[in-house]
């Protein structure tokens, strides 16, 4: 499964994995509201992968499959809104 991923200029430590066969324009437009501006990082092939530094690999793979990216949101993100 490869990914291409992304990292928010907008928001520090966040991360957006991204099914490599999807382009950015596909994401629901929220995510690009929670994202703003994005710099590509890599493209990172999963499945010859056993884990990941800082997500679980099971998740991130689960979420591409489903609705074809993961975003990685940094440990309680302060700008998050409860």
Known sequence: MLCKIYKSLNKENTYLY???EKELEELPQQLYQVLGKVEFVM???LSSRDKLAQEDIQQVR???LQQGFHLQLPPNPQWIRT
């Open 18 to 20: 991204l099914d490599a």
């Open 62 to 64: 689960g979420n591409i």
């Open 43 to 45: 493209e990172l092939d």
